[in-house]
Protein backbone atom coordinates (compact mmCIF):
# COMPACT_ATOMS: atom_id res chain seq x y z
CA UNK A 1 0.00 0.00 0.00
CA UNK A 2 1.34 3.55 -1.15
CA UNK A 3 1.51 5.57 2.04
CA UNK A 4 1.58 9.27 2.12
CA UNK A 5 5.16 10.30 3.97
CA UNK A 6 3.74 13.34 6.07
CA UNK A 7 5.67 15.69 8.60
CA UNK A 8 3.34 17.48 11.57
CA UNK A 9 4.36 21.00 12.73
CA UNK A 10 2.79 21.21 16.58
CA UNK A 11 2.77 18.56 19.31
CA UNK A 12 0.66 20.27 21.45
CA UNK A 13 -3.26 19.45 22.85
CA UNK A 14 -4.15 18.61 19.82
CA UNK A 15 -0.96 18.05 17.67
CA UNK A 16 -0.50 14.59 19.95
CA UNK A 17 -3.92 13.45 19.09
CA UNK A 18 -3.27 14.11 15.03
CA UNK A 19 -0.05 12.69 15.28
CA UNK A 20 -0.67 9.53 17.42
CA UNK A 21 -3.45 9.05 14.70
CA UNK A 22 -0.97 9.45 11.49
CA UNK A 23 1.44 6.99 13.21
CA UNK A 24 -0.95 4.43 14.30
CA UNK A 25 -4.15 4.54 13.42
CA UNK A 26 -3.85 5.11 9.74
CA UNK A 27 -2.98 2.17 7.17
CA UNK A 28 -1.87 4.77 4.09
CA UNK A 29 -0.01 7.42 6.47
CA UNK A 30 3.75 7.45 7.63
CA UNK A 31 4.77 9.65 10.36
CA UNK A 32 8.15 10.13 9.49
CA UNK A 33 9.18 14.10 11.10
CA UNK A 34 8.00 16.21 13.57
CA UNK A 35 8.77 20.30 14.65
CA UNK A 36 8.33 21.82 17.74
CA UNK A 37 9.48 24.54 20.03
CA UNK A 38 9.32 22.34 22.56
CA UNK A 39 12.13 20.14 23.23
CA UNK A 40 10.27 17.20 25.15
CA UNK A 41 7.53 17.22 22.45
CA UNK A 42 10.39 16.16 20.33
CA UNK A 43 11.90 13.23 22.36
CA UNK A 44 8.01 12.17 23.05
CA UNK A 45 8.09 11.39 19.07
CA UNK A 46 11.02 10.34 18.83
CA UNK A 47 10.46 7.35 21.73
CA UNK A 48 6.64 7.31 21.30
CA UNK A 49 5.89 7.81 17.94
CA UNK A 50 8.69 6.42 16.45
CA UNK A 51 9.42 9.45 13.95
CA UNK A 52 12.90 9.43 12.71
CA UNK A 53 13.36 13.12 11.93
CA UNK A 54 12.84 15.78 14.62
CA UNK A 55 12.87 19.70 13.92
CA UNK A 56 12.70 22.91 16.07
CA UNK A 57 12.72 24.99 12.58
CA UNK A 58 9.63 24.43 10.51
CA UNK A 59 11.81 25.90 7.17
CA UNK A 60 14.13 23.05 7.89
CA UNK A 61 12.17 20.67 8.13
CA UNK A 62 10.43 21.68 4.66
CA UNK A 63 13.86 21.89 3.09
CA UNK A 64 15.39 18.13 4.35
CA UNK A 65 12.51 15.91 5.44
CA UNK A 66 11.80 13.30 3.23
CA UNK A 67 7.92 13.96 2.96
CA UNK A 68 4.80 14.62 0.42
CA UNK A 69 2.56 16.28 2.72
CA UNK A 70 2.59 18.64 6.20
CA UNK A 71 0.03 18.75 8.94
CA UNK A 72 0.15 21.93 10.64
CA UNK A 73 -0.98 21.88 14.70
CA UNK A 74 0.33 25.53 15.50
CA UNK A 75 -0.96 28.60 17.62
CA UNK A 76 -3.62 29.93 14.71
CA UNK A 77 -1.33 33.27 14.18
CA UNK A 78 1.08 30.52 12.46
CA UNK A 79 -1.57 28.80 10.19
CA UNK A 80 -1.34 31.18 7.00
CA UNK A 81 2.43 31.67 6.44
CA UNK A 82 3.11 28.13 7.29
CA UNK A 83 0.33 26.69 4.13
CA UNK A 84 2.14 29.05 2.33
CA UNK A 85 5.59 27.93 2.66
CA UNK A 86 4.56 24.43 2.78
CA UNK A 87 2.81 24.52 -0.70
CA UNK A 88 5.36 26.55 -2.03
CA UNK A 89 8.26 23.89 -1.05
CA UNK A 90 5.42 21.41 -3.09
CA UNK A 91 4.17 19.27 -0.02
CA UNK A 92 -0.08 18.56 0.44
CA UNK A 93 -1.29 20.48 3.48
CA UNK A 94 -4.07 19.70 6.41
CA UNK A 95 -3.94 22.54 8.04
CA UNK A 96 -6.44 22.74 11.57
CA UNK A 97 -8.85 25.75 11.97
CA UNK A 98 -9.29 28.64 12.29
CA UNK A 99 -7.43 29.32 8.98
CA UNK A 100 -6.09 32.32 10.26
CA UNK A 101 -6.63 34.87 13.01
CA UNK A 102 -7.70 37.66 10.23
CA UNK A 103 -8.70 38.52 6.85
CA UNK A 104 -5.47 39.66 5.45
CA UNK A 105 -3.54 36.41 6.95
CA UNK A 106 -6.56 33.97 5.18
CA UNK A 107 -5.75 35.75 1.65
CA UNK A 108 -2.14 34.62 1.88
CA UNK A 109 -3.36 31.35 2.46
CA UNK A 110 -6.17 31.63 -0.47
CA UNK A 111 -3.22 32.89 -3.17
CA UNK A 112 -0.84 29.79 -1.99
CA UNK A 113 -3.77 27.32 -2.69
CA UNK A 114 -4.54 29.20 -6.11
CA UNK A 115 -0.38 29.14 -6.70
CA UNK A 116 -0.67 25.24 -6.58
CA UNK A 117 -3.85 23.28 -7.48
CA UNK A 118 -2.58 20.15 -8.25
CA UNK A 119 -1.49 19.72 -4.06
CA UNK A 120 -4.47 18.75 -1.68
CA UNK A 121 -4.99 21.48 0.92
CA UNK A 122 -7.45 20.78 3.64
CA UNK A 123 -8.87 22.64 6.64
CA UNK A 124 -9.71 21.04 9.72
CA UNK A 125 -13.35 21.99 10.17
CA UNK A 126 -13.23 17.85 11.69
CA UNK A 127 -17.41 17.91 12.88
CA UNK A 128 -18.71 17.94 8.68
CA UNK A 129 -16.17 14.27 9.83
CA UNK A 130 -18.12 13.48 13.08
CA UNK A 131 -20.69 11.11 11.55
CA UNK A 132 -23.88 12.56 13.00
CA UNK A 133 -23.13 15.97 11.12
CA UNK A 134 -22.63 13.98 8.31
CA UNK A 135 -26.02 12.10 8.34
CA UNK A 136 -27.68 15.59 9.10
CA UNK A 137 -25.72 16.80 6.30
CA UNK A 138 -26.91 14.00 4.03
CA UNK A 139 -30.53 14.40 5.08
CA UNK A 140 -31.13 17.83 4.38
CA UNK A 141 -29.10 17.01 0.91
CA UNK A 142 -32.12 14.46 0.39
CA UNK A 143 -34.89 16.94 1.34
CA UNK A 144 -36.16 14.96 4.20
CA UNK A 145 -36.80 18.38 6.46
CA UNK A 146 -37.87 20.53 3.53
CA UNK A 147 -36.05 23.88 3.13
CA UNK A 148 -33.78 24.24 6.42
CA UNK A 149 -34.37 27.72 8.19
CA UNK A 150 -32.54 27.90 11.04
CA UNK A 151 -29.53 26.10 12.66
CA UNK A 152 -29.34 26.60 16.73
CA UNK A 153 -26.17 25.58 18.06
CA UNK A 154 -24.79 25.45 21.63
CA UNK A 155 -21.05 24.68 22.48
CA UNK A 156 -20.42 25.60 25.79
CA UNK A 157 -17.06 24.09 27.07
CA UNK A 158 -16.49 22.21 30.84
CA UNK A 159 -16.24 24.76 34.10
CA UNK A 160 -13.53 22.29 35.12
CA UNK A 161 -11.24 23.67 32.27
CA UNK A 162 -12.21 27.53 33.19
CA UNK A 163 -8.89 28.41 34.20
CA UNK A 164 -6.90 27.26 31.13
CA UNK A 165 -9.89 29.46 29.25
CA UNK A 166 -9.10 32.64 31.41
CA UNK A 167 -5.18 32.07 30.63
CA UNK A 168 -5.33 32.03 26.96
CA UNK A 169 -7.99 35.07 26.94
CA UNK A 170 -6.10 37.93 26.20
CA UNK A 171 -4.76 36.20 23.31
CA UNK A 172 -7.67 34.36 22.00
CA UNK A 173 -9.33 37.08 20.12
CA UNK A 174 -12.64 36.79 22.14
CA UNK A 175 -15.05 34.50 23.04
CA UNK A 176 -16.94 33.74 19.11
CA UNK A 177 -13.05 34.11 17.21
CA UNK A 178 -11.85 31.26 19.84
CA UNK A 179 -15.16 28.95 20.26
CA UNK A 180 -18.21 29.95 17.42
CA UNK A 181 -15.56 29.28 14.08
CA UNK A 182 -17.12 25.57 13.93
CA UNK A 183 -20.64 26.69 14.39
CA UNK A 184 -20.05 29.63 12.02
CA UNK A 185 -18.49 26.96 9.11
CA UNK A 186 -21.60 24.55 10.15
CA UNK A 187 -24.21 26.89 9.72
CA UNK A 188 -23.05 28.04 6.22
CA UNK A 189 -22.94 24.00 5.20
CA UNK A 190 -26.14 22.86 6.42
CA UNK A 191 -28.29 26.36 5.01
CA UNK A 192 -26.15 26.07 2.21
CA UNK A 193 -25.58 30.16 1.87
CA UNK A 194 -23.88 32.81 3.43
CA UNK A 195 -24.35 34.59 6.41
CA UNK A 196 -25.78 38.63 5.26
CA UNK A 197 -25.62 40.18 8.77
CA UNK A 198 -25.33 39.58 13.04
CA UNK A 199 -26.04 40.99 16.03
CA UNK A 200 -24.34 39.66 19.19
CA UNK A 201 -24.08 40.17 22.91
CA UNK A 202 -21.91 38.37 25.55
CA UNK A 203 -22.27 38.30 29.84
CA UNK A 204 -20.03 36.99 32.58
CA UNK A 205 -21.92 36.22 35.73
CA UNK A 206 -19.40 33.55 37.52
CA UNK A 207 -15.54 35.04 36.18
CA UNK A 208 -15.34 38.30 36.43
CA UNK A 209 -10.95 37.73 35.25
CA UNK A 210 -12.68 36.88 31.66
CA UNK A 211 -14.20 41.09 31.65
CA UNK A 212 -10.14 42.05 33.00
CA UNK A 213 -9.20 40.71 29.30
CA UNK A 214 -12.33 42.34 27.42
CA UNK A 215 -13.89 39.26 27.13
CA UNK A 216 -17.07 37.14 28.05
CA UNK A 217 -17.91 34.14 30.26
CA UNK A 218 -21.02 33.37 27.94
CA UNK A 219 -22.04 35.14 24.38
CA UNK A 220 -24.72 34.46 22.14
CA UNK A 221 -25.15 35.58 17.99
CA UNK A 222 -27.91 35.72 15.70
CA UNK A 223 -27.64 35.57 11.94
CA UNK A 224 -29.77 36.39 9.01
CA UNK A 225 -28.62 34.63 5.63
CA UNK A 226 -28.86 35.26 2.20
CA UNK A 227 -32.03 33.53 1.21
CA UNK A 228 -33.92 34.90 4.52
CA UNK A 229 -32.47 31.97 6.97
CA UNK A 230 -31.58 32.32 10.41
CA UNK A 231 -28.59 31.10 12.72
CA UNK A 232 -28.56 31.15 16.46
CA UNK A 233 -24.83 30.83 18.26
CA UNK A 234 -24.72 30.17 21.91
CA UNK A 235 -20.80 29.41 23.33
CA UNK A 236 -19.91 29.21 27.02
CA UNK A 237 -17.02 27.90 29.43
CA UNK A 238 -18.90 27.11 32.21
CA UNK A 239 -20.71 23.85 31.81
CA UNK A 240 -20.70 22.41 35.28
CA UNK A 241 -21.46 18.85 33.67
CA UNK A 242 -19.45 18.64 30.66
CA UNK A 243 -19.06 19.47 27.53
CA UNK A 244 -22.20 20.77 26.56
CA UNK A 245 -21.84 20.49 22.00
CA UNK A 246 -25.50 20.66 20.58
CA UNK A 247 -26.57 21.33 17.40
CA UNK A 248 -30.40 21.30 15.90
CA UNK A 249 -31.41 22.39 12.54
CA UNK A 250 -35.47 23.46 11.44
CA UNK A 251 -36.74 22.98 7.85
CA UNK A 252 -39.89 23.47 6.90
CA UNK A 253 -40.88 19.54 6.77
CA UNK A 254 -38.81 18.42 10.56
CA UNK A 255 -35.82 19.45 12.29
CA UNK A 256 -32.48 17.51 13.31
CA UNK A 257 -31.09 17.63 16.56
CA UNK A 258 -27.42 16.20 16.93
CA UNK A 259 -26.81 15.55 20.72
CA UNK A 260 -29.48 17.04 21.95
CA UNK A 261 -28.37 14.91 25.28
CA UNK A 262 -24.17 15.52 25.32
CA UNK A 263 -24.58 12.05 26.80
CA UNK A 264 -21.08 10.15 26.95
CA UNK A 265 -22.23 6.93 25.65
CA UNK A 266 -25.32 4.52 25.88
CA UNK A 267 -25.20 3.78 29.45
CA UNK A 268 -27.38 4.49 31.92
CA UNK A 269 -26.59 4.96 35.80
CA UNK A 270 -29.65 3.97 38.04
CA UNK A 271 -28.57 5.25 41.32
CA UNK A 272 -29.32 7.30 44.23
CA UNK A 273 -29.46 10.64 42.13
CA UNK A 274 -32.10 9.32 39.94
CA UNK A 275 -31.27 7.92 36.24
CA UNK A 276 -28.14 9.32 34.99
CA UNK A 277 -26.54 9.70 31.48
CA UNK A 278 -22.84 10.68 31.84
CA UNK A 279 -21.91 13.73 29.81
CA UNK A 280 -18.86 13.98 27.43
CA UNK A 281 -15.86 15.77 28.97
CA UNK A 282 -14.43 17.52 26.09
CA UNK A 283 -13.83 17.79 22.98
CA UNK A 284 -10.93 14.96 22.56
CA UNK A 285 -13.33 12.97 23.43
CA UNK A 286 -16.37 13.99 21.87
CA UNK A 287 -15.19 14.40 18.39
CA UNK A 288 -12.21 11.56 18.59
CA UNK A 289 -13.81 9.24 15.34
CA UNK A 290 -14.17 13.08 13.55
CA UNK A 291 -10.44 13.85 14.16
CA UNK A 292 -9.51 10.16 12.84
CA UNK A 293 -11.96 10.13 9.61
CA UNK A 294 -10.75 13.42 8.67
CA UNK A 295 -7.39 13.06 8.58
CA UNK A 296 -8.32 9.36 6.52
CA UNK A 297 -9.75 12.08 4.36
CA UNK A 298 -7.12 14.02 3.70
CA UNK A 299 -4.46 11.23 3.10
CA UNK A 300 -7.27 9.98 0.27
CA UNK A 301 -7.31 12.49 -0.78
CA UNK A 302 -3.30 13.58 -1.50
CA UNK A 303 -3.00 10.03 -2.54
CA UNK A 304 -5.91 10.22 -5.14
CA UNK A 305 -4.73 14.02 -6.26
CA UNK A 306 -8.12 15.43 -5.38
CA UNK A 307 -9.33 17.72 -3.10
CA UNK A 308 -11.56 17.35 0.01
CA UNK A 309 -14.69 19.23 0.64
CA UNK A 310 -13.70 21.88 2.80
CA UNK A 311 -12.14 24.48 0.81
CA UNK A 312 -9.76 27.29 2.21
CA UNK A 313 -12.74 29.63 1.28
CA UNK A 314 -14.84 27.79 3.84
CA UNK A 315 -12.00 29.01 6.15
CA UNK A 316 -11.60 32.49 5.35
CA UNK A 317 -15.25 33.19 4.96
CA UNK A 318 -15.70 31.94 8.50
CA UNK A 319 -12.69 33.88 9.99
CA UNK A 320 -14.54 36.92 7.84
CA UNK A 321 -18.17 35.97 10.18
CA UNK A 322 -16.18 35.74 13.30
CA UNK A 323 -14.92 39.24 12.79
CA UNK A 324 -18.30 40.36 11.65
CA UNK A 325 -19.35 38.51 15.15
CA UNK A 326 -16.83 40.23 17.24
CA UNK A 327 -17.62 43.43 15.55
CA UNK A 328 -21.48 43.02 16.76
CA UNK A 329 -20.39 42.15 20.15
CA UNK A 330 -18.12 44.90 20.78
CA UNK A 331 -20.16 47.74 19.43
CA UNK A 332 -23.62 46.32 20.59
CA UNK A 333 -24.79 47.24 16.93
CA UNK A 334 -26.14 44.87 13.95
CA UNK A 335 -23.02 44.22 11.60
CA UNK A 336 -23.03 43.32 8.14
CA UNK A 337 -21.15 40.92 6.87
CA UNK A 338 -19.24 41.66 3.36
N1 LIG B 1 -10.49 21.33 15.67
C1 LIG B 1 -10.59 21.54 16.97
O1 LIG B 1 -11.58 21.18 17.58
C2 LIG B 1 -9.46 22.17 17.72
C3 LIG B 1 -9.31 21.94 19.09
C4 LIG B 1 -8.21 22.51 19.75
C5 LIG B 1 -7.29 23.28 19.05
N2 LIG B 1 -7.48 23.51 17.72
C6 LIG B 1 -6.52 24.33 16.96
O2 LIG B 1 -5.28 23.64 16.90
C7 LIG B 1 -4.19 24.58 16.91
C8 LIG B 1 -3.20 24.18 18.00
O3 LIG B 1 -3.83 24.25 19.26
P1 LIG B 1 -3.21 23.53 20.55
O4 LIG B 1 -4.17 23.76 21.64
O5 LIG B 1 -2.78 22.14 20.22
O6 LIG B 1 -1.88 24.43 20.79
P2 LIG B 1 -0.68 24.20 21.82
O7 LIG B 1 -0.29 25.55 22.30
O8 LIG B 1 -1.02 23.14 22.81
O9 LIG B 1 0.51 23.62 20.90
C9 LIG B 1 1.16 24.40 19.93
C10 LIG B 1 2.29 23.61 19.29
O10 LIG B 1 2.80 24.38 18.19
C11 LIG B 1 4.24 24.45 18.28
N3 LIG B 1 4.67 25.70 17.65
C12 LIG B 1 4.24 26.97 17.93
N4 LIG B 1 4.83 27.85 17.09
C13 LIG B 1 5.63 27.13 16.27
C14 LIG B 1 6.51 27.48 15.21
N5 LIG B 1 6.67 28.75 14.80
N6 LIG B 1 7.21 26.48 14.60
C15 LIG B 1 7.07 25.19 15.02
N7 LIG B 1 6.23 24.80 16.01
C16 LIG B 1 5.53 25.77 16.63
C17 LIG B 1 4.52 24.36 19.76
O11 LIG B 1 5.86 23.93 19.97
C18 LIG B 1 3.49 23.34 20.20
O12 LIG B 1 3.98 22.03 19.92
C19 LIG B 1 -4.83 25.96 17.11
O13 LIG B 1 -4.92 26.60 15.85
C20 LIG B 1 -6.22 25.66 17.64
O14 LIG B 1 -7.19 26.63 17.26
C21 LIG B 1 -8.53 22.95 17.04
Not at 116 to 139: E, V
Not at 172 to 199: K, N, P, Q
Not at 270 to 291: H, S
Request: proline share 4%; glycine share 10%.
Amino acid sequence: MKKLRTGIVGLGRLGRIHAANIAYKIPNMTLVAACSLVPEELEYAKAELGVTEVYSDYRQMLAEADIEAVVIITPSGEHCWQIAAALDAGKHVFCEKPLGVDVEQCKIAEAAVERHPDLTFMLGFMRRYDKSYAYAKQKIDAGEIGTPYLVKATGVDPEVLVQNAIRISAGSGGIFLDMAIHDIDLMRWFLGCEATEVYAMGATFKHPEFKQSDDDETAVAAYKFENGAMGIVHVGRTAPYGYHVETEIVGTEGSIRISAVPEKNLAQLYNTNGVCTECVQGFPERFADAYLAEMEEFANCALEGRQPGVSVYDGSRSTLIGYATTEAWKTGKIVKIG
